[in-house]
């Protein structure tokens, strides 16, 4: 190893990502920060994410250093061997094919040039490996040709398994599969294709003997029949609790008894997805979410089925809604923790495709989303979770890439869960509506970080939303060294049903910084003129918390030599500031206001 000087010093970061990382467990690694030269500064909190190891991999996550604009980019060596060198904007690496149960030392050297940096330094081990339990193998004989229903052999395989076992799906084989629930402390390793039953009935829990049935109350105003209970499951979709099908990953679960804001009440721990293979809904259909009549469990239309769950008579909220919302996602985490989702593809959800509800230290590496054509395919959700991090992702998505939540008006506003700590990192689309805060965030939104995205052919870029009666907050969101197609903070009027919050929402303190914001909407293939908005959520300058306030965009050009001559549009928003802010030809960008109070590079601008 080479020779290194110990120091560590977290003031060389952003407080936000400090206190972001501080936040995350390293799962009892040793951890050394060494020094830097004088001349190049060494990278900072380097790291292993919540989960992120497997039995034959280790990945690592670091910070720039404070004074990284002129380097090239990071040299990783382990056990003393250099193993690989990364861009300046790749602040990652995985190790693979290591030896199980095995410490290994790794270190990050800042690289400009042929110059290098003494490094921050690291130790960290890879899981234990128990038993691989292949489906394809007794007791288990799943049939992998994508026509036999393989549920319960897999199923099977999962309830087997004792700490650190390994569900393996082998590659070249495709697995037709009704809803599978993992268990704590195992693995699911997926190198061929599981692939999503077209059987709404493959979706629903085992029956049960009849239970209280949970009428929904005003928030929804959804009344269920008695099968509802029996047969489907507790969860939360679009900010609302309610039944639906299970998912066709299940990774813990809720409870409609449990009050979830008094604690955490964690019912699965210590689960890893990883592979080369792809997890999939049914081909056969797109364009499928529910509409007029039809309920979907995953990618199917039933009919008029959903009359078997709800009771349409009795029931407030409109048909269309109430059908929509009986859908799982692909891959659903509920109230679990120290979740590792790595390498593997996921495409053609029946709504969202990897959701966290209620859930902690959720990391998401080198995965790629493609669900575009499918309606409500978001990409990855964190609602109401916390230290949920994204790094070295693909999207292609029918709807957000990434859209980060938190309830709904009532539902959102009294369990106050917010979301908060979470890391985007590295991540690119290739397609779709972009990254989006809310419009769900009655519960709060805090403490987001996202860098060295790319993230174009999208509609709107980077977009913070809620209606005016939504409630809650955004705060603490933090961008950098990333292009994205415009910046959107402001109201919207849809998906505003149930009763309203006693407030509006809050919407502050924020920075983008060093930005390219290329004025273009990737849905319409259209060069925009107008690349940021920001509006408030009241026209009254005596109740200025509801503007959206203390903002600041520095160092960003607006546009391409397509759209050249750019627009800032601000409405009922407080201590906004544009520092170096550009259109492309380096002149400044017009800015027209309404009820606002702003600067550009310093000076103050017209209301």
């Known amino acids: 190893m080479k020779k290194t000087a110990k120091r560590c010093e977290a003031g060389l970061l952003p407080a936000f990502f400090v206190s972001a990382c501080a936040a995350v467990p ?9 020094s830097s030269s004088a001349a190049l500064p060494a990278p900072e909190q380097l790291m292993v994410p919540s989960a992120a190891t497997t039995y034959a991999s280790i990945s ?61 330094q690291l130790i960290a081990r890879t899981d234990k490996k128990g038993t691989v339990r292949d489906v394809t193998q007794a007791p288990y004989n799943a049939a992998g040709d994508g026509k036999t229903l393989d549920t319960a052999a897999i199923q099977a395989a999962i309830n087997d398994c004792a700490p650190y076992d390994i569900v393996l799906i082998p590659e070249n084989r495709v697995f037709l599969t009704g809803a599978l629930d993992l268990k704590s402390d195992m693995t699911l390793e997926v190198n061929g294709t599981l692939l999503s039953s077209a059987n709404p009935a493959d979706f629903e829990k085992p029956a049960t003997a009849a239970s209280t049935v949970y009428s929904g109350g005003s928030a929804t105003g959804v009344v269920y029949t008695a099968e509802a209970p029996k047969r489907l499951i507790w969860s939360r979709i679009e900010g609302w609790e309610q039944y639906c099908y299970r998912s066709l990953i299940n990774i813990g679960s809720l409870d409609e008894a449990t009050d979830y804001s008094a604690g955490a009440h964690y019912v699965c ?13 049914d081909a056969g259909k797109i364009h499928y979410a529910p509409i007029k009549g039809n309920a979907t469990a995953l990618a199917v239309a039933e009919g008029n089925s959903a009359d078997r769950f709800y009771d349409l008579s009795a029931s407030v909220t409109s048909e269309n809604n109430i059908r929509s919302r009986i859908r799982g996602r692909l891959i659903n985490v509920s109230n679990a923790q120290n979740v590792y989702i790595k390498g593997i593809t996921v495409a053609k959800p029946p709504m969202w495709t990897i959701h966290m509800i209620y859930s902690d230290s959720i990391t998401t590496n080198g995965v790629t989303f493609e669900t575009r054509g499918y309606r409500n395919g978001d990409g990855w959700d964190p609602d109401s979770s916390t230290n949920c991090t994204i790094y070295d992702c693909m999207f292609n998505t029918g709807d957000d890439c990434i859209a980060i939540k938190s309830g709904k008006n009532p539902e959102g506003n009294n369990p106050m869960i917010p979301a908060k700590n979470i890391r ?67 109201s919207v009027t849809y998906n505003a049903d ?40 009241t026209s009254n300058p005596g109740n200025d918390a509801h503007y959206v306030q203390n903002l600041t965009f520095e160092d960003i050009t607006l546009g391409t030599s397509n759209n050249v001559q750019q627009e800032i549009s601000l409405k009922y928003t407080r201590n906004i500031s544009f520092n170096r802010v550009v259109q492309s030809d380096k002149k400044a960008p017009a800015v027209t206001a309404k009820d606002s109070i702003y600067t550009v590079n310093g000076k103050p601008g017209v209301r």
């Open 269 to 281: 721990h210590n689960v890893k997805i990883c592979g080369t293979g792809t997890i999939t809904g």
């Open 26 to 34: 390293l799962c009892g690694l040793q951890v050394a920060c060494v």
């Open 424 to 490: 985007i990192i590295g991540c690119k689309s290739e397609g779709g509506l972009g990254l989006a805060v809310g419009s769900e965030m009655s519960g709060g939104v805090e403490s987001v970080y996202v860098r060295d995205c790319v993230l174009s052919n999208t509609r709107y870029g980077i977009e913070l939303k809620a209606s005016k009666v939504r409630g809650g907050y955004i705060k603490d969101f933090h961008v950098q060294d990333c292009t994205v197609d415009r910046i959107l903070v402001h």
């Open 498 to 537: 149930g009763d309203p919050a006693a407030t509006s929402p809050v919407f502050s303190d924020m920075t983008f910084r060093n930005m390219q914001v290329l004025g273009f909407n990737g849905y319409d293939h259209t060069w925009l003129s107008k690349s940021i908005e920001i509006e408030g959520f």
């Open 60 to 120: 690592l996550l670091w910070d720039k250093p404070a004074a990284y604009h002129a380097i090239t980019g990071y040299n990783i060596y382990q056990n003393g061997a250099l193993v690989a060198t990364t861009a300046a904007d790749h602040t990652y690496y995985t190790a693979e094919n290591l030896e199980p149960d095995t410490a290994y030392t790794f270190e990050v050297c800042t690289v400009k040039g042929k110059a290098e940096s003494q490094g921050t």
